[in-house]
């Protein structure tokens, strides 16, 4: 299984750093009885190794050799592949970089490399065989690509950046077959389109006959684009390291987090 990890964007809204920011340092792990600070994107590397990923592929703009550095060819278990990315041109253009890796009967898992969601292993229950996003409720749905299914799961619509979402449902993160991948990509090749939204081009493919399932498995989602976001990551964090407390957290405590949620890269 491939995970793809769009990293190629300048993270204007958290500038200025002196690195790129998918190596914002939120959380912290132990090596060697030693409490050491964790990027951002290897929560979401985490995840995806959970789910089954053995191959990594980030999706780099030029200048961002530091995630090359950082990380190298393997971790835990997964190699490791770059691509790059020439000049911004929307998520689309980005994880369709990663094309020419993917085979039609491999899987692929994506997701942002500067969220932070809950479970940890929610992507691992998406199942293999369609394209298939993972839901999670938040407060500010018109931030985010918002997610109507009917009562059997599957997608009606993505609603981009919608101020009138009649969900508060957001994707996080996706998994697909790689046959689906490629005919995602072929739909986003033709002259009429070049979506900078991977929503956009979703719809346009249902619209086409194909189906995907919304799966409303997760629970909390953090954007870690901004200095409110970056806050409440860490507060979301905090409340993971006690046993019990996401799920048992106050209505209070619960809207604090997502209301610091801020947009993503839908």
């Known amino acids: 299984m491939w995970g793809i990890i769009p990293a190629a964007g300048a993270g204007s809204r958290i500038q200025p750093l002196a690195f790129s920011k998918e190596l914002l340092p939120v959380g912290s792990h132990r090596e060697g009885g030693v ?3 964790r990027a951002v994107s290897e929560h979401l590397v985490e995840r995806m ?5 053995d191959r990594l592929c980030f999706v780099i703009a030029p200048a961002k050799t530091d995630i090359l550095q950082y990380y190298g060819s393997r971790l835990w278990g997964a190699d490791i592949a770059y691509v ?7 998520l689309c253009d980005a994880i369709f970089r990663a094309s020419l890796l993917i085979q039609p009967d491999e899987e692929v898992v994506i997701g942002l490399p500067d969220t932070i969601w809950f479970p940890s292993d929610a992507l691992a229950g998406l199942p293999s065989d369609m394209l298939s996003l993972l839901l999670f409720p938040v407060h500010r749905p ?6 109507s299914i009917d009562e059997r799961g599957h997608v009606q619509q993505i609603h981009v950046k919608d101020l009138s979402a009649p969900s508060n449902w957001i994707w996080g993160a ?3 077959p790689g046959h689906v991948f490629h005919a995602l990509h072929a739909l986003w090749r033709r002259p009429e389109r070049g ?18 399932l919304g799966v409303q498995a997760g629970r909390q989602y953090v954007d870690t684009g901004t200095l409110d976001g970056y806050r409440a990551a860490i507060r979301l964090l905090e409340d993971a390291a006690t046993p019990g407390s996401l799920s048992c957290n106050s209505n209070k405590e619960a809207r604090s987090i997502h209301e610091f949620t801020t947009a993503g890269r839908h």
């Open 35 to 37: 409490e050491r600070p």
């Open 49 to 53: 190794i959970a789910a089954g990923a």
């Open 84 to 90: 790059v990315q020439p000049a911004p041109g929307g």
């Open 142 to 147: 018109a931030l985010f690509d918002a997610v």
């Open 174 to 176: 996706m998994k697909m």
């Open 195 to 212: 979506d900078e939204y991977l929503g956009t081009l979703i719809n346009a493919w249902l619209a086409k006959g194909g189906c995907a």
